[in-house]
């Protein structure tokens, strides 16, 4: 949710919920995610082909295994708006399972989520 937060820019003085203010956001170590409970083999995510009977389910851990940054992208979709605005602020969205990313010439800042009102 404070990634949720920061790309809509919800964190500065100079919010307006109908402009993009918000930052670029790269999260790494994408397939290090833990769920409480159950929820690694009880939650279901479901998508259709597009065909007659063509409905697939498939569990956080059959994702985790496949494609692990799906997880926090699909979280952080949820919790964006569901309008042009929140497509755009999704494309600032930087996700990567494992701890090295291509952005260091921009000079990214560390945030610790946990510090974060």
């Not at 109908?18 to 670029?24: E, F, R």
């Not at 496949?66 to 969205?93: C, D, I, Y």
Request: proline share 7%.
């Amino acid at each position: 949710s404070q990634v949720a937060k920061i790309l809509r820019g919800k964190n500065k003085p100079s919010y307006t919920p109908h402009v993009d203010c918000g930052d670029y956001v790269i999260v790494v170590n994408a397939d290090k995610v833990k769920l409480t409970g159950k929820k690694m083999t009880d939650k279901v995510y479901t998508r259709h082909t597009g065909y007659p009977g063509g409905q697939r389910f498939a569990t956080p851990a059959d994702y985790l295994a496949k494609k692990p940054t799906f997880l926090v992208e699909k979280a952080v979709k949820g919790m964006l708006p569901r309008t042009r605005l929140g497509a755009v602020l999704l494309k600032n969205l930087k996700v990567y399972a494992g701890a090295e990313h291509p952005h260091a010439a921009q000079n990214p800042k560390s945030i610790k989520l946990n510090e974060i009102k």
